[in-house]
């Protein structure tokens, strides 16, 4: 009989830095002889998350129209397609961003239910130093209503492991000051910090997530609670051709994409949770150009570029924020329809707000 695969499990809120702490992490293991199974999920299809992971060579499935817990089945389901493609050896799951009672509706019913298939990780969930910051009391910005903080906090409460991600973009003090916040207001977990986008401290997370179990820990939620501040996110999912009569720098067509949805956003007070773009060329360098965006008074971050102007692509738009998803689509289409000598055609559309969470299991 083969030995159970390891599922291990990144948390954390929008923004966060999961897709690129599952990337680090699936590329540490295959350098080490490792075969790795993705697992991306979202409240609705086309991901840029999925887009980028392919993108690097790995092997994804992709589960939409709801969050792990209320799609165990589906779960299971992508589980047994990388099997029996690519037999990983380690499960990376990423789950929704506005996810919480994860132990409970998922990493239990795996032990209890199926662990002769799968031995479970200790639940890591990533933090934005910033917007962690804010909402312990470090420092002052724009932050969300009382109710999704309710949800992040919840996330922070079943930790196993919180990691404070991006310390590459943040001063050493407030990373301190941030680490030790944490660990005296979440004292069930061990609090690491790491850079997934360069590396930095990231080994000591491997370790911890590699080697260890999680603690036995059921989390205490109020569900109605949680289902109104999920509910309070617009969610927008966007696939858009682009096309131009002469070429035409896509690098800072992104950025600029990301200020002037920004600029509209934050006039009338909405906060972004967060807004991540790809457009990728077809031109066969398997290059992208990708921008994130994390909170309506930050600067758009251009995480990876095109290697040269090109005069058409494919635009995948995600974008999450605490507004009518109504209003991320007229946005949107604004933002588009004001591109200087760019032509953008929407191909796909998506927006809702995520509804009450019904997990399929829940096991304290």
Not at 204 to 209: D, P, Q
């Amino acid at each position: 009989m083969a030995e159970p695969a390891r599922y291990v499990m990144i948390g954390g809120f929008l923004g966060a830095g999961k897709t690129t702490a599952v990337a680090r992490l699936a590329r540490h293991l295959t350098d080490r002889g490792k075969r790795v199974g993705l697992i991306c999920n979202d409240q609705s299809s086309g991901l840029v998350d999925t887009t980028l992971l392919r993108s690097q060579g790995f092997p994804v499935e992709e589960i939409t129209g709801g969050c792990f817990c209320c799609r165990f089945d589906s779960l299971l389901e992508a589980a047994e397609a990388l099997t029996r493609n690519s037999r990983p050896d380690l499960f990376l799951a990423e789950p929704v961003g506005s996810c919480t009672d994860l132990v409970a509706t998922v990493s239990y019913p795996l032990r209890r239910i199926y662990g002769d298939r799968f031995t479970v990780a200790p639940l890591s969930v990533m933090v934005d130093p910033l917007r962690a910051a804010r909402m312990v009391g470090l420092v002052e910005g724009r932050s969300f209503s009382e109710k999704v903080t309710y949800v992040y906090r919840k996330q922070l409460q079943e930790a196993d492991v919180i990691v404070v991600n991006k310390c590459d973009a943040h001063p050493a003090d407030l990373l301190d000051r941030l680490s030790a916040a944490l660990a005296a207001e979440f004292p069930q977990a061990t609090v690491l910090a790491c850079s997934a986008r360069t590396g930095a401290g990231v080994d000591a997370w491997f370790e911890t997530v590699l080697a260890e179990n999680p603690a036995s820990r059921s989390l205490e939620i109020d569900y109605d609670i949680y289902a109104e501040g999920e509910a309070l996110l617009g969610w927008l999912n966007c696939t858009v051709q682009l096309r131009a009569e002469s070429p035409f720098d896509g690098n800072r067509t992104l950025v600029d994409l990301a200020r002037q949805v920004r600029e509209r956003l934050a006039a009338a007070g909405e906060e972004i949770a967060h807004l991540k773009m790809t457009l990728d060329a077809r031109d066969g360098s398997g290059t992208l150009s990708v921008v994130s965006l994390v909170g309506s008074d930050q600067e758009p971050d251009l995480r990876e570029s095109l290697l040269d102007r090109v005069d058409a692509g494919e635009l995948v738009v995600n974008l999450r924020a605490e507004t009518d998803p109504a209003r991320l689509e007229a946005v949107l289409r604004e933002t588009l329809a004001a591109l200087d000598g760019v032509e953008a055609r929407v191909e796909h559309l998506e927006q809702l707000r995520p509804g009450r969470p019904v997990p399929t299991h829940r096991m304290a």
